[in-house]
């Protein structure tokens, strides 16, 4: 072979030879980008699979027969943070596009600092490590809440700190702001910013401001600036520049105090009917007998009307109105508890002031205009009432339990005339009849004996809303009533 040819078969060798290795590292490149979609899985996934990775690397290069041995928790953290780093760096270097930058910061532990609750959803919430590892002895229940300081941006998934690096996996969770809180704030004069919260802070809506001196329930507060904000609804809130807390109008001390709740039966629902007993159940009972309930009492005549009927039906023979009877009567179960049972809803709440509570009394007190007096019974607006079982269910509606008066006790034996309970309990005070007001209780006694025998509400200084023989009306204290033995007063 001439110089010439050797020359040109030298060449050809040559440029083969770098075409291969061309070829080579364009490969090594590819297998280099896969990793990355690795890192955007589930952070218990993307542990796994970067192990792998590792393993495979160690493989190719020979150095898993010359490492060091090690324990499983020391080799985990290392692995995972080495793997992130080996596999996306080239990639920053090689490419500058969105994509990437996204898949290579999702990488890194970005923590945020916050304060608020996490509430799980109705699944358990696994625990992770700050650095991604999954706890396997522990977990967050359904449906609780979680304070959290901590928001954990990890492998593209969002985590919040629980406890001391354990991070709940925020798929699960539902985020809010501040801490739980219950109370009212009135808001200044001159009216309140509306603002809401982010994690960047609080902002102003831009918003009309909240009317001045108007009354806030708020559900949580929070802090920032020196400040604390008060949420007042979803994502609204007010600060203490613009707003003042103000505690519920309550009553004294030693005064019977106001509920916020709704007040539940007091006593023996679903009572039997003997002997001495009054109210509604016994009205319907003589009523189907055909007997007078000029007054309702259940007596002898009762009893052994009760009797005949258990006799006939093939119930036990004993005098007394029991479910079984009462339904053999053709009234219903639900009749049988219901009447029991009812107790004035509830018509104010943490923010109404002291008339508000006045005004949902006397309210109450309309709905049974026109029902028919029923001696012992107090219930619902559908039947009928006495006078003190008209007290006892607007003082319900506005927030006031008088047990141990109630509206079952009352149709019991003896407990007629709870006019004379309301009458001696001290925790309704007397005032001056001349100072007398406006949702004030007024009492009566018998002309002839002088025993107290009458309630009713003043609307003003000369009229009320009572129920009296044989309705409930609106009256003056003046005629018809007997003797005035003085007033009370329900709310200071």
């Not at 699960?172 to 739980?180: H, K, V």
């Not at 009917?273 to 009762?302: P, Q």
């Not at 609307?459 to 005035?484: C, F, K």
Request: aromatic content about 10%; overall charge negative; some cysteine.
């Amino acid at each position: 072979m001439n110089k010439k040819s050797k020359m040109f078969f030298v060449c050809s060798f040559a440029l083969a030879m770098l075409a291969v290795t061309t070829q080579q590292n364009v490969k090594a490149d590819t297998t280099t980008d896969a990793p990355v979609e690795n890192v955007q899985q589930p952070v218990a996934q993307a542990t796994q699979e970067v192990n792998t990775q590792e393993v495979t690397t160690q493989a190719s290069t020979q150095e898993a027969s010359t490492s060091e041995t090690t324990t499983d928790d020391q080799a985990q953290t290392p692995v995972v943070n080495d793997a992130v780093s080996e596999k996306t760096q080239p990639v920053q270097e090689a490419t500058t596009t969105d994509e990437t930058k996204t898949q290579a910061d999702s990488t890194t532990s970005n923590i945020t600092h916050i304060q608020g609750v996490v509430t799980t959803g109705n699944e358990v919430t696994f625990l992770y490590t700050q650095d991604g590892q999954k706890l396997t002895n522990r977990a967050l229940g359904p449906n609780t809440p979680w304070y959290t300081d901590q928001k954990l941006a990890y492998n593209g998934g969002t985590y919040y700190r629980v406890a001391t690096n354990e991070f709940a996996d925020g798929q699960n969770l539902t985020f809010s702001y501040g801490s739980a809180a219950d109370g009212i704030v009135r808001v200044q004069p001159y009216g309140a910013v509306n603002y809401t919260r982010s994690e960047a802070g609080f902002a102003k809506t831009g918003k009309p401001n909240f009317a001045g001196n108007s009354v806030w329930k708020y559900n949580r507060t929070d802090n920032a600036n020196g400040k604390t904000f008060y949420q007042i609804a979803s994502n609204v809130w007010i600060n203490s520049d613009d707003a003042t807390t103000a505690p519920a109008y309550q009553n004294p001390n030693g005064w019977l105090q106001i509920h916020n709740e709704q007040i539940k039966p007091v006593g023996n629902v679903g009572y039997p009917l003997y002997n001495g007993v009054e109210g509604i159940k016994t009205w319907l009972v003589r009523k189907y007998f055909g007997y007078s309930n000029a007054h309702t009492i259940y007596d002898g005549n009762v009893a052994n009307s009760v009797r005949s009927l258990q006799s006939r039906v093939g119930l036990p023979v004993t005098g007394i109105v029991d479910l079984n009877t009462w339904k053999a009567m053709g009234f219903s179960d639900a009749s049988w508890t219901g009447i029991d049972s009812y107790v004035a809803p509830l018509r104010t709440n943490i923010t109404s002031s002291r008339s508000d509570h006045i005004e949902a009394m006397i309210n109450e007190a309309y709905r049974y205009l026109g029902k028919p007096w029923i001696s012992g019974a107090s219930s619902s607006p559908d039947y009928g009432v006495d006078c003190s079982g008209l007290v006892t269910q607007a003082l319900y509606a506005s927030g006031i339990d008088s047990a141990p008066v109630s509206s079952i006790q009352h149709a019991q034996p003896g407990n007629e005339w709870n006019c004379q309970m309301y009458w001696n309990d001290v925790r309704i005070p007397h005032v001056n009849f001349n100072e007398r007001q406006r949702g004030d209780l007024i009492f009566f006694t018998d002309p002839s004996s002088g025993m107290l025998w009458h309630v009713g509400i003043l609307l003003d200084a000369s009229t009320m809303v009572e129920s009296w023989p044989y309705a409930v009306q609106i009256h003056s204290i003046y005629s018809g009533r007997g003797n005035i033995a003085g007033v009370k007063r329900v709310f200071a």
